[in-house]
């Protein structure tokens, strides 16, 4: 299996295209931008079969009904709240790739209509989309804190050597503001010298037993950042969800 990250610059948010090479199957996930991936489709000979959404966000299948025009026989699964979707997907949802299996699990919090698809191959291939991100999780949009709390803490389940493969490029920012809740975390502050030194390194994909070290809202019983999060967060709970929530208002402020 090839996976390829493609940089999406359209929207100035840091962007990741991933395209899947498997088998016979090539898989566009979040298609943002359409002459970013027609330019790598051609170079490398390629024909889309499938389409993965994580999410029905602009930035994440701006480039859709450009593709379909020239891949119309393509499947595209995802929420059936999105209406591009051919190929409506639903929690614990599984199908198959070549002779591969992937399996869907709805992930609120982020965006209601968020899934997340699961490749397993020798170890899961996660492609998570705006949930979690490296050191980080995204922003509650059209969701609750609690639903994106319960959906953290399903992914946290996962074997430790799963790869997770964010929608973003988003790990230097949000290793500074681990930092900043957690200052006594050494890996934190080793893996952020080490993006600042390698300024254009692409830092995903990353395993669940890194982010378990190094992600503050998959760390939300650690003493020193339920202190920090207590001290900076008015009138927060000394509950997870709560240490959750007041984390999620520091990094909104960051």
């Given at each position: 299996m090839?996976?390829?990250?493609?940089?999406?610059?359209?929207?100035?948010?840091?962007?990741?295209?991933?395209?899947?090479?498997?088998?016979?199957?090539?898989?566009?996930?979040?298609?943002?931008?359409?002459?970013?991936?027609?330019?790598?489709?051609?170079?490398?000979?390629?024909?889309?079969?499938?389409?993965?959404?994580?999410?029905?966000?602009?930035?994440?299948?701006?480039?859709l009904?450009?593709?379909l025009?020239?891949?119309?026989?393509?499947?595209?699964?995802?929420?059936?709240?999105?209406?591009?979707?051919?190929?409506?997907?639903?929690?614990n949802?599984?199908?198959?790739?070549?002779?591969?299996?992937?399996?869907?699990?709805?992930?609120?919090?982020?965006?209601?209509?968020?899934?997340?698809?699961?490749?397993?191959?020798?170890?899961?291939?996660?492609?998570?989309?705006?949930?979690?991100?490296?050191?980080?999780?995204?922003?509650?949009?059209?969701?609750?804190?609690?639903?994106?709390?319960?959906?953290?803490?399903?992914?946290?389940?996962?074997?430790?050597?799963?790869?997770?493969?964010?929608?973003?490029?988003?790990?230097q920012?949000?290793?500074?503001?681990?930092?900043?809740?957690?200052?006594?975390?050494?890996?934190?502050?080793?893996?952020?010298?080490?993006?600042q030194?390698?300024?254009?390194?692409?830092?995903?994909?990353?395993?669940?037993?890194?982010?378990?070290?190094?992600n503050?809202?998959?760390?939300?019983?650690?003493?020193?950042?339920?202190?920090?999060?207590?001290?900076?967060?008015?009138?927060?709970?000394?509950?997870?969800?709560?240490?959750?929530?007041?984390?999620r208002?520091?990094?909104?402020?960051?």
């Open positions: 090839k996976i390829t990250a493609l940089p999406a610059p359209k929207y100035h948010l840091d962007n990741y295209i991933w395209m899947l090479e498997l088998e016979d199957n090539v898989i566009c996930v979040d298609p943002t931008q359409e002459d970013v991936i027609l330019e790598y489709v051609k170079k490398n000979n390629l024909s889309i079969q499938h389409f993965w959404i994580t999410h029905g966000h602009q930035d994440h299948l701006a480039g009904s450009g593709l025009s020239q891949y119309p026989k393509a499947e595209v699964k995802g929420s059936p709240l999105i209406l591009s979707v051919n190929q409506p997907v639903q929690d949802d599984t199908f198959s790739i070549g002779n591969n299996t992937v399996e869907v699990w709805e992930t609120p919090g982020h965006k209601r209509d968020h899934v997340i698809f699961m490749l397993k191959l020798d170890q899961y291939h996660v492609f998570c989309g705006d949930v979690l991100f490296s050191a980080g999780c995204g922003r509650v949009l059209y969701g609750t804190i609690k639903e994106l709390y319960q959906s953290i803490c399903r992914i946290n389940t996962l074997p430790e050597n799963t790869l997770f493969y964010p929608a973003h490029e988003y790990t920012h949000n290793l500074e503001f681990a930092q900043y809740v957690e200052p006594s975390n050494e890996l934190v502050e080793d893996t952020l010298f080490h993006i030194n390698n300024p254009h390194h692409i830092t995903l994909p990353v395993t669940l037993k890194h982010e378990r070290q190094v503050p809202f998959l760390r939300v019983q650690e003493p020193e950042i339920i202190k920090r999060v207590l001290k900076l967060v008015p009138n927060v709970e000394n509950t997870p969800l709560g240490i959750f929530s007041g984390l208002t520091l990094r909104n402020q960051f």
